[in-house]
């Protein structure tokens, strides 16, 4: 069945150095703002910005319609992931925070019958903890990294309060699945309630 369905996700947040990725399991069937929540969780965004994806020239978000006179966009809320899905790969591009830019490359392979029992979306695997949210973007980022590398740097003081327990090199995977297991309750719940809807 199509709700069976599950692809692996690989998303890669561009110009990042070490590369920051995660690796994650997810239906086939969701729609594209599920989608953008399962990114969110995956890189411990906090969603608190605009986003788009872009697959070729189709820009798909949660506004539908023209943008400021670009090409219309279509509703991340009707498009289901499995309608662009190629055969062996697809790649699509994500993104968010229309200031800051943080873009991110998705790449989705192994389109296949999800395990029996299993929740998903589910965390495989990453490396390195994704920026702070309104940091600047990449540039900004990497400034941020080397003022804090930096006791002798005017802000260092400062930066160092605004970041706490900052640590580019760590991820805390437990946190990552957490929110990507509530993903998993919240699909889960909505097919049964689906199931008994169709029996009764």
């Given at each position: ?44 965004w906090h969603d608190q ?152």
């Amino acid at each position: 069945m199509p709700e069976d369905e599950i692809c692996t996700l690989r998303i890669e947040l561009c110009d990042s150095t070490p590369l920051i990725w995660r690796e994650v399991e997810i239906p086939t069937s969701v729609t594209f703002k599920v989608l953008h929540d399962i990114v969110q969780a995956a890189m411990g965004w906090h969603d608190q910005h605009l986003w788009e994806f872009q697959n070729g020239p189709t820009r798909i978000s949660a506004s539908r319609g023209a943008d400021w006179g670009g090409e219309p966009r279509v509703s991340a809320t009707k498009l289901q992931l499995r309608e662009v899905l190629r055969p062996r790969r697809t790649t699509l591009t994500y993104l968010y925070d229309f200031g800051d830019s943080w873009e991110h490359r998705l790449v989705l392979t192994k389109i296949r019958q999800g395990e029996p029992g299993v929740g998903y979306p589910r965390y495989l695997a990453g490396e390195n903890n994704a920026p702070p949210e309104d940091c600047g973007g990449i540039p900004g980022f990497y400034t941020m990294l080397e003022i804090i590398a930096d006791p002798a740097h005017p802000d260092h003081a400062s930066m160092v309060e605004w970041l706490g327990e900052y640590d580019p090199q760590a991820i805390d995977a437990s946190v990552l699945k957490m929110a990507l297991g509530r993903l998993a309750k919240r699909r889960n719940a909505a097919l049964a309630r689906r199931a008994r809807a169709t029996q009764g």
